[in-house]
């Protein structure tokens, strides 16, 4: 069985930062895929960013395109969402999620339990 757990959210004014980590333990398999999910409050789940497993291939919904950077460290099992230039539309529950596949893909076998931002002036 596979864990994730995300950390690193918060409340950040508009034009703020934020980074959040995603570790996960576990069951590892040899190789994954990283994505983060989003959820803002009365809208429909929305997949932010996902990265292979080499690191190689990123890609990104367009309205965080040139903002935001997912980045992971496989020697920690450890992936990263950097979150620049903020707006309080980013407002939302963000989900560190798995495939176990090497390439992206748009669905997820495992996911983490969700972590607060809020971008508010």
């Known amino acids: 069985q596979l864990q994730l757990v995300e950390s690193g959210g918060g409340s950040v004014q508009p034009g703020g930062s934020l980074r959040l980590s995603c570790v996960v333990s576990?069951?590892?398999?040899?190789?994954?895929?990283i994505g983060w999910v989003r959820q803002a409050p009365g809208k429909e789940r929305e997949a932010v960013a996902c990265?292979?497993?080499?690191?190689?291939?990123?890609n990104y919904t367009e309205s965080v395109a040139g903002r935001f950077t997912i980045f992971r460290d496989n020697a920690k099992n450890t992936g990263y969402l950097q979150m620049n230039e903020l707006k309080p539309e980013d407002t939302a529950i963000y989900y560190c999620?798995?495939?176990?596949?090497?390439?992206?893909?748009?669905?997820?076998?495992?996911w983490g339990q969700g972590i607060q931002v809020t971008v508010s002036a």
């Open positions: 999620a798995v495939s176990f596949t090497y390439a992206c893909r748009p669905t997820f076998d495992s």
């Open positions: 990265i292979s497993y080499s690191g190689r291939s990123t």
């Open positions: 576990g069951d590892i398999l040899d190789y994954y895929a």
